[in-house]
């Protein structure tokens, strides 16, 4: 068991490099745990400079605050070499943690990105031992990642393993106003692009049925688009091979703000105005959200059932998927949800996510819920074998080219390790599922903090079994 948690420990150390600290830097100074130092005014090409007496293998974290300037941290070992580099947004906190490999003495040191300057503060929220326990090493990596703030939004973890549970665990707050705070059983969070999958799956299984072919041009069940002169097929917008502009682009130029009350209706009339395509279908592959709403669109008119309905009877319900549903009313009130933030001068915003659609995101679920669709990769219990070759059947591309996508999953290679995963990020949600599936774990990663880093969710959580 252990060795498969460490599945999800985060890498913290970065590899070392020949690098040394430019001879501008100011004169150091100690860091100390707790310590706030500034607000600090850093001028163009200055670079501030911080020591920290180390013992080998602590693990170190902090924050540095982007109060008017867009920093970039660096961490130097004893021997003058780079070990980590963070370079986030441009204003907030710009956290920061690294493993010490050895004893003695580190510089964390402070830069303004390409000549800027501007006011920061720096904070070291801890250097302790990295444990030796996965699931108290996963405990310290997540309350770096959140920062150092008592009271912040959160992260729900889950690790099943042949079928089991075998981490389960929240961190942090869903609602940062009723002080509710993040289960990994019962907090329900938005899951943005993760819900590609289920709209696939809908999609496929029309297919197995006979009553749809995916090979059809779309204007078959959706007369209103464009004839482009080239028939798009269901199966290029699965693979976002169709060529169709990307219905969040179109709304940004129409004028529309991503807070503003988005419906399906409104993203299929705008998409059916549009008169060329960015490529001939099935030329390219670039990802496009177009594509998901049209195919929810298309069980829809299929099934003669919204498509919210249709994926509750077809699939929550089998899976015993209780805390799950497409969202598709932004009036619905929906107990036990978290609620998206970001980080602000003074604290945090919410980050308001108001639409109104459903297929290319909008799925509710928890981290738990989402263990049991992916169990039915390994054990078949809605859908058929069929289907599920499918939702990993990858597209090849006009001139011979297989992509890595298939239906709303990514297919990688990890360290000679077959994987298949899908990110979101919409609003302050960052959320991400990822499946070895010949040694039959899943780990879901959701979080409601717009900071917390994907590269956690969609690489560090990689490390070697």
């Not at 150390?13 to 005014?41: F, H, M, W, Y």
């Not at 441009?90 to 943690?97: S, Y």
């Not at 309905?309 to 549903?325: E, S, Y």
């Not at 980050?351 to 992916?374: I, K, M, P």
């Amino acid at each position: 068991m252990k060795n498969l948690l460490l599945l999800i420990i985060i890498a913290v150390v970065v590899a070392s490099c020949d690098q040394k600290p430019a001879s501008s830097l100011s004169e150091n100074s100690d860091l100390k745990i707790g310590q706030t130092v500034g607000r600090k005014t850093l001028a163009q090409h200055a670079i501030d400079s911080f020591r920290l007496d180390l013992k080998q293998n602590s693990f170190v974290f902090g924050t540095a605050d982007q109060h008017t300037v867009d920093l970039v941290v660096k961490i130097f070992n004893p021997n003058h070499k780079e070990v980590a580099t963070f370079d986030g947004p441009a204003r907030g906190p710009e956290n920061f943690k690294f493993t010490a490999d050895t004893t003695g003495v580190y510089l964390v040191t402070v830069a303004p990105f390409e000549g800027g300057s501007g006011e920061y503060s720096i904070t070291l929220g801890g250097a302790e031992v990295l444990s030796d326990d996965p699931e108290k090493r996963i405990d310290q990596i997540v309350k770096a990642s959140l920062g150092i703030e008592e009271k912040t939004p959160g992260v729900a973890i889950a690790v099943q393993r042949d079928g089991k549970l075998i981490l389960s665990k929240g961190y942090g707050y869903a609602d940062l106003e009723q002080n509710a705070k993040v289960s990994s059983a019962t907090t329900i969070f938005h899951i943005a692009s993760v819900s590609k999958q289920f709209t696939a799956f809908a999609i496929a299984t029309l297919a197995d049925q006979g009553k749809i072919n995916l090979d059809d041009d779309i204007r078959k069940y959706l007369p209103e688009m464009h004839d482009f002169g080239t028939p798009i097929t269901v199966r290029q917008l699965a693979h976002h091979t169709s060529g169709l502009r990307d219905q969040w682009s179109l709304l940004t130029m129409a004028g529309w703000r991503m807070d503003d009350v988005i419906t399906t209706s409104q993203v299929l009339r705008l998409v059916s105005k549009q008169t060329e395509l960015n490529f001939k279908p099935g030329d390219e592959h670039v990802y496009c959200n177009t594509g998901f709403t049209l195919m929810g669109e298309i069980v829809k008119r299929v099934s003669h059932e919204t498509f919210p309905d249709w994926c509750k009877k077809n699939i929550f319900d089998p899976l015993g998927m209780k805390n799950t549903l497409f969202y598709d009313d932004h009036e619905r009130i929906v107990e036990n949800r978290a609620y998206s933030y970001h980080r602000a001068e003074n604290g945090f915003k919410k980050s308001v996510l108001s639409y109104a659609n459903a297929g290319a995101t909008s799925l509710f679920t928890t981290v738990e819920d989402l263990s049991l669709w992916a169990q039915n990769f390994e054990k078949v219990k809605v859908g058929n074998p069929n289907i599920m070759k499918i939702m990993e059947s990858r597209y090849v591309l006009n001139n011979g080219d297989t992509i890595d996508y298939a239906f709303g999953q990514a297919y990688e290679k990890y360290k000679g390790l077959n994987t298949w995963s899908h990110s979101g990020g919409d609003a302050g949600y960052r959320t991400y599922l990822l499946r070895f599936p010949d040694q039959h774990v899943t780990i879901s990663v959701f979080s409601n903090y717009a900071s917390f880093p994907l590269a956690i969710s969609r690489i560090s959580l990689q490390i070697c079994i």
